[in-house]
């Protein structure tokens, strides 16, 4: 079967954040190609493209959203921008406790835009929405989750969302009390290439699952700045840790999913390669071993000058499947299985409204029509244990068993 020779470069939507603003300001109430078949491939893309075209003819099933933030959020930008976009979207009510970013709001959200809020509480009370965005500084996210739920809502909120493990714990056991989901902002999983991944390993493509490789690396240049050093993202106490809670988090939540198989054992080394006055780390390798026996390692660093690398490489029974995909490289994949098609076979992407974006759509149409999430609370909390059972062992130098969600 013929093979893609063109590199399609999807457009991805960039998610900024502010480090230069001070932290602490939040206060919150205290309560506890291609592939050899085409067919397939088109099938695909058109699946993940035709969800706004439904939704956009299903009107009748809006729904309001509050978004919690502050200025020094990550992401906040370009949450507004998701919000303003996405489907079945009735208004946005957005609660920033300095009211600094209400304008950037309003003028993003236009016509979405309800109100501005100081208070938690009053906008959960006047607003009622069904879904509630949390994105605040780490140490800020608990106590405006925890509200979020009390009131009703469904949270969809931005890693870190906690601290320590403990804490997001206590918010997957009252979300289980509530009834409703908490979704960690996992939004590679959204990918066309993340599913197709999922998709050829579910099929048996490259076998039986033996091992992986992971690498997250962007660059060292943002650490040097005085701003950074300053922020909330340079602080253990407020961020519960650095580039591995921070980026390589969604790596180790993607390869769960894409392998159907939680990780039971991991270890691992942090450290502070770039001598950076930051309390948190800017390099982690971490290695681990799946449930079925699978053993995988993941390089999460600040490395470079400029730019970012990745790189998911599975090697299975029957073959392998390869993905660059922050650099938007097609899934490539070569399968040794019997009738299989010769050669190395290719997959191009076209993540056209960015993950971010489609992984909103896909959160906000879960409410509306009841559909699954895509990702659940456990799974949300899975990924938080796997993260915090790696920052233990590199404390104690021992290898951890990562506790089932």
């Given at each position: 079967?013929p093979r893609?020779?063109?590199?399609?470069v999807?457009?991805?939507?960039e998610?900024?954040?502010?480090?230069?603003y001070?932290s602490g300001c939040?206060r919150f109430p205290?309560?506890?190609r291609?592939?050899c078949?085409?067919?397939s491939?088109?099938?695909?893309?058109?699946?993940?493209?035709s969800?706004?075209?439904?939704?956009e003819?299903?009107?009748?099933?809006?729904?309001n959203?509050?978004?919690?933030t502050?200025?020094?959020?990550?992401?906040?930008?370009?949450?507004l921008?998701?919000?303003?976009?996405?489907?079945?979207?009735r208004s946005v009510s957005?609660?920033?406790?300095?009211?600094?970013?209400?304008?950037?709001?309003?003028r993003?959200?236009g016509?979405?835009f309800?109100?501005g809020f100081?208070?938690?509480?009053q906008?959960?009370a006047?607003?009622?929405?069904e879904?509630?965005v949390?994105t605040?500084?780490?140490h800020?996210?608990?106590?405006?989750?925890?509200a979020?739920?009390?009131?009703g809502?469904h949270v969809l909120t931005?890693?870190?969302?906690?601290?320590?493990l403990?804490?997001f714990e206590?918010l997957a056991?009252?979300a289980?009390q509530?009834?409703r989901?908490?979704?960690?902002a996992?939004?590679?999983?959204s990918?066309?290439?993340?599913k197709?991944?999922?998709q050829?390993i579910?099929?048996?493509?490259?076998g039986?699952?033996y091992?992986?490789?992971l690498?997250?690396?962007?660059?060292?240049?943002?650490?040097?700045?005085?701003?950074?050093?300053?922020?909330?993202?340079?602080?253990r106490e407020?961020?519960?840790?650095?580039?591995?809670i921070y980026h390589?988090?969604?790596y180790?939540?993607?390869?769960?999913h894409l392998?159907?198989e939680?990780?039971?054992?991991?270890?691992?080394f942090t450290?502070?390669?770039?001598?950076?006055?930051i309390?948190?780390?800017?390099?982690a390798?971490?290695?681990?071993r799946?449930?079925k026996?699978?053993?995988?390692?993941?390089?999460?660093?600040?490395?470079?000058?400029s730019?970012k690398?990745s790189?998911?490489?599975?090697w299975?029974s029957h073959?392998?499947?390869?993905l660059e995909h922050i650099e938007?490289?097609p899934?490539?994949?070569?399968?040794?299985r019997p009738?299989?098609p010769?050669?190395?076979?290719e997959?191009?992407?076209a993540?056209?409204?960015g993950?971010?974006?489609l992984?909103?759509?896909?959160?906000?149409n879960?409410i509306?029509?009841?559909?699954?999430?895509p990702?659940?609370t456990r799974?949300?909390?899975?990924v938080?244990?796997?993260?915090?059972?790696a920052?233990?062992?590199v404390?104690?130098g021992?290898?951890?068993t990562?506790e089932?969600?």
């Amino acid at each position: 079967m013929p093979r893609s020779t063109q590199n399609h470069v999807p457009r991805v939507t960039e998610m900024t954040q502010s480090p230069s603003y001070p932290s602490g300001c939040l206060r919150f109430p205290k309560i506890s190609r291609r592939s050899c078949l085409s067919e397939s491939a088109a099938v695909l893309t058109a699946s993940v493209f035709s969800r706004f075209a439904v939704a956009e003819s299903d009107n009748e099933k809006l729904i309001n959203i509050g978004l919690i933030t502050e200025p020094s959020a990550s992401h906040r930008s370009g949450y507004l921008d998701v919000l303003a976009s996405c489907s079945g979207v009735r208004s946005v009510s957005v609660v920033d406790p300095t009211e600094d970013t209400i304008d950037d709001a309003k003028r993003r959200l236009g016509d979405r835009f309800n109100r501005g809020f100081r208070d938690v509480q009053q906008m959960l009370a006047t607003a009622r929405p069904e879904l509630t965005v949390v994105t605040t500084e780490g140490h800020n996210a608990p106590a405006a989750v925890t509200a979020a739920l009390q009131a009703g809502c469904h949270v969809l909120t931005e890693k870190p969302s906690c601290t320590k493990l403990e804490q997001f714990e206590q918010l997957a056991r009252l979300a289980e009390q509530k009834k409703r989901h908490v979704m960690l902002a996992m939004a590679t999983r959204s990918s066309g290439a993340i599913k197709k991944a999922k998709q050829l390993i579910a099929d048996g493509v490259i076998g039986k699952p033996y091992s992986v490789h992971l690498l997250w690396v962007a660059d060292q240049t943002r650490l040097t700045k005085p701003a950074y050093h300053q922020s909330w993202l340079a602080d253990r106490e407020r961020a519960g840790g650095g580039k591995l809670i921070y980026h390589g988090v969604h790596y180790l939540d993607v390869i769960q999913h894409l392998l159907d198989e939680p990780i039971r054992e991991i270890n691992g080394f942090t450290q502070n390669v770039g001598g950076q006055p930051i309390e948190v780390e800017d390099s982690a390798v971490v290695s681990f071993r799946f449930a079925k026996g699978a053993t995988g390692t993941l390089n999460a660093g600040y490395y470079l000058g400029s730019g970012k690398q990745s790189a998911i490489r599975i090697w299975g029974s029957h073959g392998w499947l390869k993905l660059e995909h922050i650099e938007r490289h097609p899934l490539r994949w070569r399968s040794t299985r019997p009738g299989a098609p010769e050669g190395i076979q290719e997959f191009d992407y076209a993540d056209e409204s960015g993950w971010y974006e489609l992984f909103f759509q896909d959160a906000i149409n879960s409410i509306r029509r009841g559909s699954p999430p895509p990702i659940t609370t456990r799974e949300s909390l899975r990924v938080l244990r796997t993260v915090f059972s790696a920052y233990k062992a590199v404390e104690t130098g021992r290898t951890q068993t990562v506790e089932p969600a």
